[in-house]
């Protein structure tokens, strides 16, 4: 007779081996086949579909059997785009109105998407071409975005992780026609920066508007980037720097403008265009008060006159003039503006120039240069003459004429003030005394 411990121990193998073969036994479970393709067979290329909305504002509904095919490029993952996608193939780009939320998820960028197109409606939206679905809306025929329960009647995701491609372009290769290859695609704009780095990418109050912010490149040529008050980077501050944007390039009407799809797609990491720039845009005019401007010297060497801040239409400008002075008939005038110290970069090849209008022909106005100025005593510092400013007549003010560029090469690496000085000789009528208006200084590299 076998023990009760000679039978629990033969169990007890019995359930090991048992365990074990049921394991050996167990199917290995993948992971989920990735997306393909579908059976389907593109007819026309995006461009040729673009083609056939030749009128702006038109509702071309496409009565023919005709498959498109793209790659999702932008999608509303940041929350800049709303209710649509952009695709695009080697032919151009186009947006399609999807009325649905989380869009992502089903057309993540990279994925191929096919578009069955018959049955749906070509339009535009101030020259950028939309394909969306045919609607009346308050008695009024529009383009609308695609239903979320139809989407997949028209709207096939094929493969994922396709390669985006962006081009690399100029802002002259950018227009405005609705037909234009550039519209809807991703492009890669160089060496371009943002003209106001205290701003954020858009409005973040209540109201949430969209804002347009301006970037601009190193020959002063500017786009526009409008971006919405509900991205998710709508609060974030934009980069101070210089270098590379991917975005979607749009219109509205005629005005050229990006999208972009998020903060990733800004790259500006390099230096600035400009090393030291000011328009004096965001101060107060002074009547007859003397400017005061942060970091900036107002000095009266000799004399009784101070620059003040005058405006001439929507352009506001430092001013200096003897006019007024009840010293200049016995007293030699002598009066500064300095900038804040400024540093240069080593190994850079810095550009210096300045805008300024003058009327009447007495007195002088120069423009000079220090490295050694203490921030008070302009008598003890160097001065290096960079130019001086021709005197205006007496009849009229000059333009804002431009002067410059000036090579400060040799001052690499090293901090500099610039000034302008005006001076008039006792004893100098009032009514012959130059007036001089200075603005839009820039140390550029």
Known sequence: MKSVFSIRLSSLFLLMATLLTINSCKKKFDEPPAPVDPDLTVTHTIAQLKAMHTVAGALDVINTDMIIAGTVIA???????YKNIYIQDATGALQLMLDANGLFNQFPVG????????????????????????????????????????????????????????????????????????????????????????????DT????????LTIKNCDGLNIIIRTSGYANFAGVKVPGGNGKIT?????FRTTRQLVLRDTADVKFTNVRCSFFEENFQSYATTGNNALVIPGWKN?????????????????????????????????????????????????????????????YPAGTFKALISTNFDGTNVAAATWVL???????????????????PYDLTSYAGRKINIAFLYEAAAGTSRFDVGTYEPDDIKIVR
């Open 75 to 81: 999608n509303d993952k940041s929350g800049n785009l």
């Open 111 to 202: 994925r191929k998407v096919f578009v069955k197109v018959k049955g749906l409606c070509l339009s535009d939206y101030n020259n950028m071409i939309q394909l969306g679905i045919r609607a009346v809306v308050s008695g009024t025929p529009s383009i609308q975005a695609i239903a979320s329960n139809i989407i997949g009647q028209y709207v096939i995701g094929g493969s994922v992780n396709n390669p985006v491609t962006t081009k690399p372009v100029t802002l002259a290769q950018l227009n405005t026609d609705m037909q234009d290859p550039l519209l809807g695609t991703l492009i890669e704009l160089t060496d371009f920066e943002f003209s106001d780095t205290t701003k954020t990418y858009s």
């Open 205 to 212: 109050s209540s109201y949430r508007n969209d804002l347009n």
């Open 247 to 251: 975005a979607l390039y749009t219109v």
């Open 299 to 359: 000095i009266q060497q000799t004399g009784d006159v101070p620059y003040t801040m005058a405006s001439f239409g929507s352009n506001i400008f430092p001013k200096v003039s003897a006019f007024a002075s009840t010293q200049m008939a016995t007293t030699n005038i002598a009066s500064w503006l300095i900038s804040p110290d400024i540093n240069l970069p080593a190994g850079s090849a810095p550009k210096y120039s300045f805008t300024c209008a003058r009327r």
């Open 386 to 404: 960079l130019a001086t400013v021709p005197a205006g007549p007496s009849n009229a003010f000059t333009p804002f004429d431009l002067f410059g």
